[in-house]
């Protein structure tokens, strides 16, 4: 599905959100960034705008994960444009005030297997992964294994409003503008994501609601959950740490 979206995801992410992306994914650089983490995974990492916001925030280590290759080698670029490679998926930049290089290490690699040792990383992140795996539940403990406990795990996803007012028109834009402006913007890959995306997350949160989301979390072993609704109510992000 991603095929053909990874040279112009950066820049029409931000245009088909009205530019709420980029404070999405700050408010989860926020949150991450409370646990103080030198070593972080970054989970359906894409074209790595989060593990280098994560990197340049913090200083910290990052190793990022996506499934599909072409995102992960955009991502590569992205992060070889911040300093120089190193060698073929992993790149070094320096973060600005830190006293060290750091390193942004980009890996295909599925979320619900990851290649880490149990307790390894002291932070985790994870954008829009719930809805492409088959049982989120197992998918969730598998994020939280990789974690020492009181690291912190936190994710940014789409969601729904409340509000019907506004739930009426999100349904609106995701239903028939956001698939006719990816066309205009992005041709053919963007009209098909369009189209995919707004049932995609209805359906989701049909199958998983937000409170069952919560409770799937402490069922992986992440305490003190915390949801921060955005943009009126089609972002969300949520954070809670390893116990």
């Known amino acids: 599905m991603f095929r053909g979206l990874p040279d112009q995801y950066d820049r029409l992410a931000e245009w088909l959100s009205f530019w709420q992306n980029r404070r999405w994914r700050a408010a989860l650089v926020d949150a991450v960034a409370a646990g103080e983490p030198r070593l972080v995974a970054d989970v359906a990492t894409g ?42 998926l992993v790149a070094r930049s320096p973060a600005p005030g830190a006293a060290k290089s750091t ?44 974690v020492r406990p009181g690291g912190v795990v936190a994710n940014l996803e789409f969601a729904v409003p409340e509000s019907a007012f506004w739930q009426a028109l999100w349904r609106l834009y995701t239903r028939a ?16 994501v369009g189209r995919f995306l707004g049932p995609s997350i209805t359906e989701h949160y049909r199958r998983y609601p937000l409170d069952w989301t919560v409770g799937a979390w402490e069922r992986a072993g992440i305490g003190e959950v915390t949801v921060r609704r955005m943009s009126l109510g089609g972002g969300l992000v949520m954070w809670g740490r390893r116990k």
Not at 66 to 81: H, S
Not at 111 to 140: C, H, I
């Open 103 to 146: 390193v942004v290490a980009l890996a295909v690699a599925r979320g619900e297997q990851l290649p880490l040792a149990d307790a390894s990383v002291d932070a985790l992140s994870f954008t829009y992964l719930l809805r492409y795996v088959d049982d989120p539940e197992t998918t969730l403990s598998e994020l939280a294994r990789v």
């Open 47 to 88: 074209t790595a705008g989060v593990a280098l916001a994560l990197r340049a925030r913090l200083g910290a280590d990052v190793v990022g994960f996506d499934l599909d290759e072409g995102m992960a080698r955009r991502g590569l670029q992205n992060v070889r444009a911040a300093g120089d490679a190193q060698s073929p």
């Open 177 to 192: 503008v956001l698939p006719l402006a990816g066309l205009v913007t992005g041709g053919g890959p963007w009209y098909r």
